[in-house]
C-alpha cells in the first residue's frame, strides 16, 4: 500500500495530540479519581488495576502492518463505537481520551473483535478456537491472556465486554502505557481516523470531569431520576443519544424538574422544551437552556445511584459532563 504522504500527514498531528492528550489527562489526574462501586460484567477484574501490566505485547499489532484507508476508516467506526459505551471521556481537544482509545483499538485488531494473536508464535488466528499454547493477545484492544486472565476468553472476544475491560486497564482511561502499539508510536498512524470516527458519533455515555463515572439513569420511565454510575460497567442505562440540544434515552429526555436553581434531573417524554435543552460548553458543563444552570452532581460524592441536579455553571470536575 502507498501509505507514505498518508503516514507523513497524519504525523504532523501527532506532536501537537499527544501534547493536548498530556495536558488533558494531567488535568483528570489533578482533579482525582472516583471510588464508586458498580456491578461488572461476568469475566472482569474485580479492582482496578495498582501495577501496570501489559495489555498487549506486539507494538505493530495483530496484523503486523499499517490498515489501508478504508480498513483504517471502518475499524475507527467500529473501535469508537465500543469506547465511547465503555467510558472512555470526548474532552475538548483534538486528543482526547475517546479519540486515542480508539485509534489503540485500530491498531491492535483492525476492528476485529475475534482476532488473537499468538506471542510464541507471531501468528495471529480467530476465535474460536484459540489455536496457541502459550500467552496470546485479544479482541479488539488485544488484552494479553496472562496478563489479564481475569478477562476470560469469553469476555475478550465480545466487543463490549472487552472494551469494558480494557477501560478498567487504562485506570478508568487515563493510562494508555498497557497498550504496545501506544508506546511504539503505531496508534498514531490512526488518530485522523479516530477523530472522524468520534466526530460522527451520536450515541454513547456522558462521561464526567470525575474519571469512571458516566451519567445514568434509576430505570427507564417518566420521572425517572438521573443518577451516577460507574462507567465500563456494560449496561444499557449509560447510553444516551444526542440529538441537536437534546440527550434522549429513546423517547424519553433528560431534563430539569422544575425553574428551582437547584432542580433535580430526570427523564421525561421529550417534546423540545426548554427544560429539556442542554448546551455542551467548551468547558465540560452541561447547560440547561431554562434558567442557565448546569448539570451537577451536588456534592461532589461520586457515590454509585446519587441523584443529579443543576446549579451554577462553575468549573469543578464535578459539574464536567463530555458528550460522546
Known sequence: MAHNARA??????????????AITLGSVLAAGRASPGGSRPAGHPGHWPVRIRPASVNPRGAFSRI?????ASAAARTCAR???AAGWANTAGPASALVVASAICVAESGGQATVYYCNPTGTD??????????VYDRGLWQIDSQAWASISDPCAFVPRCNADGSYGISQDGQNFTPWATYTSGVYSNYLSDAQTAVGSLRTGTVSAGVPGVCLSRVKYARNAAVVIARCGSGTRRQLWRITGQAVEDGTFCLAVASRS????????????????QWTALGTGQLRNALAGRCLRDPGGSTVVGAALSVGSCTQVSSR???LP
Request: aromatic share 12%; hydrophobic share 35%.
Open 261 to 276: 436553581n437547584t432542580a433535580g434531573v430526570h427523564l421525561r417524554r421529550c417534546n423540545g422544551s426548554p427544560y429539556q
Open 320 to 322: 464536567d459532563w463530555w
Open 67 to 71: 490498515l489501508s484507508q478504508a480498513e
Open 82 to 84: 465500543y469506547a465511547t
Open 8 to 21: 507523513a500527514a497524519r504525523r504532523l498531528c501527532t506532536v501537537a495530540a499527544v501534547i493536548m492528550l
Open 125 to 134: 488466528g480467530y476465535y474460536p478456537p484459540v489455536n496457541c499454547s502459550g
